[in-house]
């Protein structure tokens, strides 16, 4: 705030006001106090020069008694010229051995020897010299005077207290004083009407140069007056209108280039000659997996794959292939700017990963439906190849047991072309759910009726667990009952004979749930984030002589998926898996339509 030049001249105006304000006044309260002094002293002296008044202070009467008493009468005569009041100033007369013999105030009074009256009373009664020395820091005024008169020697001693003075001198402070504030009010209104005139355009010219900084163009500086500041002005406002142009076309070039860097896909890193990085957009630091900055070097980045001087001089561009953990991505690098001080290397990443996971799914797809296909082909061609060349010599119960098997390994292959014709559906959105309420508790039970025949073939301990009042939800009954049927079958396949399973259900806020809970063979925990997939197996072997595909789950978490609900494993520290899917009651938000 002080730093300003506006708030600068107001203080110069202010000092300068005050400076001069207490030099006169110091110099009017001197010259006062002197003033007054000198006319005490004169005053004094004009009427002791008065031949008639001298004459009589030296001629006794011929019938005097006292001559200091009639001293003091005589004086007493001259008090309004001489100014004694016998209150600021008193009129004393003292004998020559310092001895008051006549004082306005009466009685025995003791006079404090002053310089003045010192000199009278030592010299002055010799040469008759006056005691009439004055000092204006002195609070009083004093003359002594020797006169000799009969015989007798005496002192008339005239003493002030210039109270007349110090009155004088307060009064003369409180104007100088009211004066001053007077003039502090005028100087700063007049040094602020100053300021603003000098300072405004200043400041206009200040806040257009900072807004010309911050590339704010929008309000040109007006300045009226026709000076060296408003020519100033004008040729500020001519340099802005061309600025903004340049910067302009210079801005829409750019913001061309950085919604291309910014917003592509594709990773892009720029390296100076040096190999340092000169810029990145973030596609490369989410591709690389690390914060790129300027001290991040070409060698920690692409080092392995391509030398520097190699991307430098090469006529075109190199390829090559780097792999972060999981990801692939392809790289281009080319030079740019080439031959010059300022040039270097652009890389360009390209994400390839989607690309490389496609092609491993369609090879391990093709290789599993190839598989699962095939073994079932394989023991139809072997079975009927085999009634065929023994079809007269085979007993009828053995021809009736080989055509079972035929039929079954058609049926395991009829279910995996339903499940993947199941998928393909699911993948291309033409599967809508036929959503409709029902009781989910009924649902829950009717799984438990559906599948406890199988369980007691297989000695498991097949419990039910409802809560109360489980709501109706709107989903597709169907697909439903297929995802319950599927978790109850595999917990009833996969767990020894002689198992316990758990079936529960339940419906907490806005959502129901069932889950399924048994002591098999569980799930390694390799493999529990993979039991989703499609084919995937953890028990390969086991599985096919059970008859899965693999597809099961896969088919499961779709379903749920697209009902906006969840399946998933919960963690339980006893051996044996638990696995639990949750419904939203009032159906998915999107995916379906009421039957």
Do not use: C
């Not at 001629?59 to 009041?85: C, M, R």
């Not at 595999?490 to 259900?505: F, H, M, Q």
């Amino acid at each position: 705030m002080l730093r300003s030049l506006h708030m600068k001249l107001v203080m110069i105006m202010i000092l300068l006001i005050m400076s001069l304000m207490i030099v006169v006044g110091a110099f009017l309260i001197n010259s006062v106090t002197a003033f007054y002094m000198e006319d005490f002293y004169s005053q004094v002296s004009d009427v002791f020069q008065d031949p008639l008044l001298y004459h009589d202070l030296i001629t006794p009467s011929e019938e005097e008694e006292d001559g200091a008493d009639q001293l003091f009468q005589v004086l007493n005569a001259y008090a309004g010229e001489l100014g004694v009041d016998n209150r600021n100033r008193k009129l004393y007369i003292l004998d020559g051995s310092g001895v008051v013999r006549v004082s306005p105030d009466g009685g025995d009074v003791q006079l404090e020897y002053t310089e003045n009256l010192t000199f009278a009373l030592a010299s002055g009664l010799e040469t008759g010299e006056v005691g009439d020395e004055s000092n204006l820091a002195l609070d009083y005024m004093d003359v002594a005077i020797p006169i000799h008169r009969g015989g007798e020697d005496y002192i008339v001693y005239i003493l002030d207290n210039k109270s007349t003075s110090n009155d004088l001198t307060d009064q003369m402070l409180v104007l100088i004083i009211e004066a001053l504030i007077f003039g502090l009010v005028i100087s700063i209104l007049l040094s602020f009407l100053l300021s603003k005139t000098m300072v405004t355009p200043i400041q206009s010219l200040t806040e257009g140069a900072m807004r010309v900084a911050e590339r704010d163009f929008s309000k040109k500086i007006k300045v009226p007056s026709q000076d060296e500041i408003g020519v100033l002005t004008d040729t500020f406002n001519d340099m802005a209108g061309q600025l903004q142009d340049t910067l302009r076309q210079v801005e829409n070039e750019r913001n061309k280039l950085d919604t291309l860097f910014l917003h592509m896909t594709d990773g892009v890193v720029a390296f100076s000659r040096a190999g340092l990085v000169i810029h990145s957009n973030p596609a490369a630091n989410r591709m690389l997996r690390r914060a790129i900055g300027p001290e991040t070097t070409y060698e920690e980045l692409f080092g392995e794959i391509a030398p520097l001087e190699r991307a430098l001089d090469t006529p075109d561009h190199l390829e090559g292939e780097l792999q972060v953990r999981d990801s692939f991505f392809q790289l281009l690098m080319a030079p740019f700017d080439r031959g010059r001080a300022g040039g270097g290397a652009l890389a360009v990443l390209h994400d390839v990963t989607e690309q490389r996971k496609n092609e491993e799914l369609r090879r391990e797809f093709v290789a599993n439906v190839s598989h699962e296909l095939r073994t079932p082909l394989t023991n139809i061609r072997s079975y009927a190849e085999t009634l065929m060349e023994s079809a007269r010599d085979m007993p009828p119960e053995m021809e009736k047991k080989f055509l079972g098997v035929i039929l079954n390994e058609s049926d395991r292959m009829t279910h995996i072309v339903q499940d993947l014709l199941t998928l393909s559906r699911f993948d291309s959105e033409r599967d809508e759910l036929k959503l409709s309420k029902f009781p989910f508790g009924e649902a829950v039970r009717d799984i438990y009726n559906a599948v406890y025949m199988e369980a007691q073939k297989h000695n498991h301990t097949l419990t039910l667990d409802l809560e109360p009042g489980l709501p109706q939800v709107l989903a597709d009954r169907e697909r439903v009952i297929q995802v319950m049927m599927n978790i109850v079958s595999n917990a009833i396949k996969y767990t020894p004979d002689g198992g316990r399973i758990v079936l529960s259900a339940g419906w907490e806020r806005d959502k129901v749930w069932m889950e399924v809970d048994d002591n098999g063979i569980g799930i390694p925990d390799a493999d529990r984030e993979r039991i989703f997939e499609r084919f995937y197996r953890v028990d390969k072997a086991r599985s096919r002589q059970s008859g899965g595909t693999g597809l099961g789950l896969s088919i499961a978490q779709e379903i749920m998926r697209r009902h906006d609900g969840r399946l998933y494993l919960v963690d339980k520290a006893e051996p044996g898996l638990t696995i639990r899917m949750e419904l939203p009651v009032a159906g998915p938000e999107e995916g379906g339509h009421e039957g």
